[in-house]
């Protein structure tokens, strides 16, 4: 079993200084860093691009990039997003494009290959490919935002996900990104996700440490 990691958002950030959030994280130990990328096509919103990572790393920050992107066609971004400074690059299963040519490609770019389903995708339409990735992640809102509901309805596909790893002794992790609290952790904990992508929850906790330490404790 993985241990429990704690991926804060930079969404939640200060997009004004967003090396100052990442620096907030640096500062409590902790290992990664979740970057939203977001093309106001795929999903109704717009975030930032490669120049936002490979700024961050001129800025001196080594946090491990999480990468997800929420792009319609990221076939034609990831090498820029290798480039840029990403070590692990996910990529939605829903729009049309050559999702396994495209996670090979990620691979091949020395980089982890991650692939990340909406709600409304069923655990199913990524069991062909488990063997061929890093990480699943598992949409628990709608993506486009922060700040969102979680939804528990997302259980069971995370148990389906999970069931499968261990039938097949495959090592991928499970990632939960969206809504996600010091509570409704510990159910995602439960039903197999070891990767906990949380940015309102964690830029607003009162204590950070206090809440990096109840993740790190999952
Ligand atoms: C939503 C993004 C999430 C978002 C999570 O589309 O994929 O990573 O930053 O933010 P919270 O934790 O506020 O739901
Ligand atoms: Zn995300």
Not at 144 to 155: D, H, I, K, T, Y
Request: hydrophobic share 50%.
């Amino acid at each position: 079993m993985h241990d429990a990691l704690l991926a804060p958002s930079l969404l939640a950030g200060d997009h004004a200084n967003l090396a100052a959030s990442a620096r907030e994280i640096t500062a409590l130990g902790l290992p990664c860093v979740h970057l939203d990328i977001m093309d106001g096509h795929f999903v109704p919103n717009l975030s930032f691009g490669p120049e936002t990572l490979a700024a961050l790393r001129r800025a001196g920050c080594r946090l491990f990039f999480d990468t997800h992107l929420m792009l319609s066609e990221p076939n034609r971004y990831v090498d820029a997003f290798a480039q840029a400074g990403a070590d692990r690059i996910t990529i939605h299963i829903e729009p049309a494009y050559d999702q396994i040519g495209t996670l090979l490609r990620i691979r091949q770019l020395k980089r982890q290959a991650g692939i990340a389903l909406n709600p409304a995708t069923p655990a199913a339409a990524v069991e062909a490919l488990l063997a061929q990735v890093d990480l699943v992640l598992v949409m628990t809102v709608q993506p486009g935002f922060g700040g969102q509901a979680f939804r528990p309805e997302m259980l069971p596909k995370i148990e389906a996900l999970a069931a499968w790893r261990r039938e097949r002794n495959l090592h991928f992790r499970i990632e939960v990104d969206g809504g996600i609290d010091a509570e409704n952790a510990v159910s995602c904990r439960a039903a197999g996700a070891d990767v906990f992508v949380v940015g309102t929850s964690f830029f607003r906790a009162p204590d950070r440490a206090a809440f990096a330490a109840a993740i790190a404790r999952l």
